[in-house]
């Protein structure tokens, strides 16, 4: 999508520190009007100075042969000297005297070309040496206020000290479109990054702009120093749609990027942990009231998260049952939708963790890294990554135990395994403390007040300026997102979750449902023996038809009809369910019959000709299925049509990008289709 220019902001941070000026005029011109824009700030002292002078000659047109007068200005000369020693009070001494100086003097020369006449005696040479070295006199002060024995000294004591930050000196300025970084050196001993972080409503204030668009980091090394970073438009008003899988068919380890950041950069986390990184496998809270988007949020997460080729997904919603996850059940490997199957899909979850890891154990796996989800060195299956997902928690918690993911969240990480919980308000009435603070990761929108906001983000988040009681429910998918991997710099900088419409998430689970993960053996042997049926006899949702496919397509299944997975558990006489030991022995073989093999019908020799033309034809029918990408894989799916080896089909791949009907795209494997008619030109 194109996005239409945004209105630029312009910072200027002058020549003072201590001073920010917010200018949302860009200036433009010449060279002339650049200098005289650059001069504006030291020509007050010159004009007055001009001023006097010029009124001097009506002055002594009137009063010059008037006794009164002269008393009378003597008096006023005075009286302005001492008003200005009396107002320069709450002043520096240096600037209360340099005042005073400037006032007695001029007075002092005004009073007396008035009464004697600007042009007598030595007043002209006074007047020119006089006033110049006073002008000039202001404005060496106003260059020198650069220093910090000059900082937040300005006419109006500058933005800073209004704020309460007065001596705090503005070290560096960034200025990028809508956004200008501030480096401040506060006074040691004197200010912290915390007296800072309380100024910034009053801050935002002074600038005009949202109570959110002004934030602070600390400097992690020097409590001294501070960054303060200024956003005056909102660039998210519009929001952004879903742009397609961000890794598609790749491992769920890659980041999976669920919106973006007010200057355009992409939203991001990452579940499954990296040692290299120095991150966790994250567990994470995802809060909002509601109408604040956070469902919606959610099913953008979960619609990348089944593009990837190494992930399970097991979810539930014993609220809302389908109206939240219902465009996603046929992707996702177990759903449960009520409060007994979401029982026990937690026992299950509690079951497999120990399953999990000494799987790892045994290869040799510290964690979960994508290599686990290939095929091992004895040919035993990989585990792929399980995502438990509990959309509307609040009941799930109310109705099993307010600790029932308390454990899990401590143990799963190392099991490959991340939990995500999702509700309104992760308050101490409906999730136990020991929970929230085992999950680690927060994604939060807009909240009813800062209360609610202390329940997901972190102090620093919220010390920096992270607000999402600004928002409330009126600004749907605006967030904040604190997880591992995620720099303490982003903490505070307010996100959007991309918009996604249900045509994107049915596209996707159709588009990758050939390299989708199945649950593994073990995981599924585990949840079996602790779930029982609920596991085993899960219904499994079929896959959306083809658009435009009026017999409902390649799938044999009726709408929502579902399909139970190949488990089976064998009864006993009492009708309970009895569970098979799969390391138990098979019972000798009584019989053997013997099949006959196959028929095979013999290969039709192609051409090199033939089976180029075999190739073209199969591109042109994946680009009139709507696929926009393609790979060698898609082709040796189609194989038996021109019986060539992978390493021929890749150089036939090579000659399209070479001819332009293919382009690279950023993932290896996979190109993007040109239309003939574009290739062609």
Same mark, same amino acid.
């Given at each position: 999508?194109?996005?239409?220019?945004?209105?630029?902001?312009?910072?200027?941070?002058?020549?003072?520190?201590?001073?920010?000026?917010?200018?949302?005029?860009?200036?433009?011109?010449?060279?002339?009007?650049?200098?005289?824009?650059?001069?504006?700030?030291?020509?007050?002292?010159?004009?007055? #100075?001009?001023?006097?002078?010029?009124?001097?000659?009506?002055?002594?047109?009137?009063?010059?042969?008037?006794?009164?007068?002269?008393?009378?200005?003597?008096?006023?000369?005075?009286?302005?000297?001492?008003?200005?020693?009396?107002?320069?009070?709450?002043?520096?001494?240096?600037?209360?005297?340099?005042?005073?100086?400037?006032?007695?003097?001029?007075?002092?020369?005004?009073?007396?070309?008035?009464?004697?006449?600007?042009?007598?005696?030595?007043?002209?040479?006074?007047?020119?040496?006089?006033?110049?070295?006073?002008?000039?006199?202001?404005?060496?002060?106003?260059?020198?206020? *650069?220093?910090?024995?000059?900082?937040?000294?300005?006419?109006?004591?500058?933005?800073?000290?209004?704020?309460?930050?007065?001596?705090?000196?503005?070290?560096?300025?960034?200025?990028?479109?809508?956004?200008?970084?501030?480096?401040?050196?506060?006074?040691?001993?004197?200010?912290?990054? /915390?007296?800072?972080?309380?100024?910034?409503?009053?801050?935002?204030?002074?600038?005009?702009?949202?109570?959110?668009?002004?934030?602070?980091?600390?400097?992690?090394?020097?409590?001294?120093? #501070? *960054?303060?970073?200024?956003?005056?438009?909102?660039?998210?008003?519009?929001?952004?749609?879903?742009?397609?899988?961000?890794?598609?068919?790749?491992?769920?380890?890659?980041?999976?990027? *669920?919106?973006?950041?007010? /200057?355009?950069?992409?939203?991001?986390?990452?579940?499954?942990?990296?040692?290299?990184?120095?991150?966790?496998?994250?567990?994470?809270?995802?809060?909002?009231?509601?109408?604040?988007?956070?469902?919606?949020?959610?099913?953008?997460?979960?619609?990348?998260?089944?593009?990837?080729?190494?992930?399970? *997904?097991?979810?539930?919603?014993?609220?809302?049952?389908?109206?939240?996850?219902?465009?996603?059940?046929?992707?996702?490997?177990?759903?449960?939708?009520?409060?007994?199957?979401?029982?026990?899909?937690?026992?299950?979850?509690?079951?497999?963790?120990?399953?999990?890891?000494?799987?790892?154990?045994?290869?040799?796996?510290?964690?979960?890294?994508?290599?686990?989800?290939?095929?091992?060195?004895?040919?035993?299956?990989?585990?792929?990554?399980?995502?438990?997902?509990?959309?509307?928690?609040?009941? =799930?918690?109310?109705?099993?135990?307010?600790? #029932?993911?308390?454990?899990?969240?401590?143990?799963?990480?190392?099991?490959?395994?991340?939990?995500?919980?999702?509700?309104?308000?992760?308050?101490?009435?409906?999730?136990?403390?020991?929970?929230?603070?085992?999950?680690?990761?927060?994604?939060?929108?807009?909240?009813?007040? /800062?209360?609610?906001?202390?329940?997901?983000?972190?102090?620093?988040?919220?010390?920096?300026?992270?607000?999402?009681?600004?928002?409330?429910?009126?600004?749907?998918?605006?967030?904040?997102?604190?997880?591992?991997?995620?720099?303490?710099?982003?903490?505070?900088?307010?996100?959007?979750?991309?918009?996604?419409?249900?045509?994107?998430?049915?596209?996707?689970?159709?588009?990758? #449902?050939?390299?989708?993960?199945?649950?593994?053996?073990?995981?599924?042997?585990?949840?079996?023996?602790?779930?029982?049926?609920?596991?085993?006899?899960?219904?499994?949702?079929?896959?959306?038809?083809?658009?435009?496919?009026?017999?409902?397509?390649?799938?044999?299944?009726?709408?929502?009809?579902?399909?139970?997975?190949?488990?089976?558990?064998?009864?006993?006489?009492?009708?309970?369910?009895?569970?098979?030991?799969?390391?138990?022995?098979?019972?000798?073989?009584? =019989?053997?019959?013997?099949?006959?093999?196959?028929?095979?019908?013999?290969?039709?020799?192609?051409?090199?000709?033939?089976?180029?033309?075999?190739?073209?034809?199969?591109?042109?029918?994946?680009?009139?299925?709507?696929?926009?990408?393609?790979?060698?894989?898609?082709?040796?799916?189609?194989?038996?049509?021109?019986?060539?080896?992978?390493?021929?089909?890749?150089?036939?791949?090579?000659?399209?990008?070479?001819?332009?009907?293919?382009?690279?795209?950023?993932?290896?494997?996979?190109?993007?289709?040109?239309?003939?008619?574009?290739?062609?030109?």
């Amino acid at each position: 999508m194109r996005r239409q220019p945004q209105p630029v902001a312009h910072f200027d941070t002058g020549q003072q520190a201590g001073y920010l000026h917010l200018d949302p005029n860009q200036h433009a011109g010449g060279v002339g009007e650049y200098l005289l824009h650059r001069m504006k700030p030291y020509l007050p002292p010159w004009i007055v #100075a001009a001023g006097t002078g010029i009124l001097s000659l009506p002055a002594h047109a009137m009063w010059g042969e008037s006794a009164a007068a002269a008393v009378g200005l003597t008096l006023a000369s005075l009286g302005l000297t001492a008003a200005t020693w009396w107002a320069g009070k709450p002043t520096s001494q240096q600037r209360r005297l340099h005042s005073a100086i400037t006032v007695a003097a001029g007075t002092s020369w005004f009073t007396a070309a008035a009464l004697a006449g600007p042009v007598s005696g030595p007043l002209p040479g006074l007047y020119l040496i006089g006033g110049s070295a006073l002008a000039t006199t202001w404005n060496i002060r106003q260059l020198l206020r *650069v220093n910090p024995e000059g900082a937040g000294e300005g006419a109006d004591k500058g933005l800073l000290e209004k704020v309460g930050l007065a001596k705090t000196m503005v070290t560096s300025a960034t200025v990028q479109p809508n956004k200008a970084t501030f480096g401040l050196q506060l006074p040691g001993g004197e200010l912290t990054p /915390d007296d800072v972080s309380k100024a910034l409503p009053r801050l935002a204030g002074a600038l005009k702009v949202a109570k959110n668009a002004v934030r602070m980091t600390p400097d992690a090394d020097d409590s001294s120093r #501070a *960054v303060l970073t200024v956003v005056p438009n909102d660039l998210l008003k519009a929001g952004a749609p879903y742009p397609g899988p961000s890794y598609p068919g790749g491992s769920i380890a890659d980041p999976v990027h *669920v919106g973006i950041y007010e /200057d355009g950069a992409d939203m991001a986390m990452f579940f499954p942990g990296d040692p290299g990184a120095g991150r966790n496998a994250m567990h994470l809270l995802i809060m909002g009231m509601t109408g604040s988007g956070k469902s919606e949020g959610g099913l953008t997460a979960l619609t990348e998260v089944i593009t990837r080729r190494d992930v399970i *997904v097991w979810a539930s919603d014993p609220a809302k049952a389908e109206q939240t996850l219902g465009p996603l059940l046929p992707a996702i490997d177990w759903a449960a939708l009520d409060i007994k199957s979401t029982k026990a899909m937690v026992n299950a979850l509690k079951a497999v963790i120990p399953a999990r890891t000494s799987w790892l154990a045994k290869y040799g796996y510290k964690q979960w890294e994508p290599a686990c989800a290939e095929v091992q060195a004895d040919g035993s299956p990989g585990m792929p990554y399980l995502l438990y997902w509990s959309e509307e928690s609040a009941k =799930t918690l109310r109705e099993i135990d307010e600790d #029932a993911f308390t454990g899990p969240a401590q143990e799963a990480r190392s099991a490959g395994i991340s939990i995500v919980i999702s509700l309104q308000r992760a308050s101490g009435n409906q999730m136990s403390t020991d929970t929230r603070a085992s999950l680690g990761s927060s994604w939060v929108f807009g909240l009813r007040d /800062d209360r609610d906001a202390m329940f997901a983000l972190p102090d620093e988040a919220m010390d920096a300026g992270a607000s999402p009681q600004a928002w409330k429910d009126k600004r749907p998918g605006y967030s904040y997102l604190t997880a591992n991997g995620i720099p303490e710099t982003f903490w505070a900088t307010p996100g959007r979750a991309y918009l996604t419409p249900v045509d994107a998430i049915t596209r996707n689970i159709a588009e990758f #449902a050939h390299l989708r993960a199945e649950c593994d053996p073990v995981t599924a042997a585990a949840a079996a023996k602790a779930a029982g049926t609920a596991f085993t006899q899960r219904t499994r949702y079929p896959l959306p038809a083809p658009m435009g496919d009026e017999d409902g397509g390649i799938y044999e299944q009726e709408e929502n009809t579902p399909v139970s997975y190949d488990y089976d558990l064998t009864a006993d006489e009492d009708g309970e369910d009895e569970w098979i030991d799969p390391d138990a022995e098979l019972p000798p073989v009584e =019989t053997v019959v013997e099949i006959a093999p196959p028929e095979i019908p013999p290969r039709t020799k192609l051409s090199q000709d033939e089976a180029r033309q075999a190739m073209a034809e199969i591109l042109a029918e994946f680009e009139a299925a709507g696929c926009t990408e393609i790979g060698p894989v898609d082709f040796m799916e189609h194989c038996d049509r021109f019986h060539r080896s992978r390493q021929w089909v890749s150089g036939q791949v090579s000659e399209m990008v070479i001819k332009g009907r293919l382009r690279e795209t950023d993932t290896a494997g996979r190109y993007e289709i040109v239309p003939l008619q574009q290739a062609a030109a």
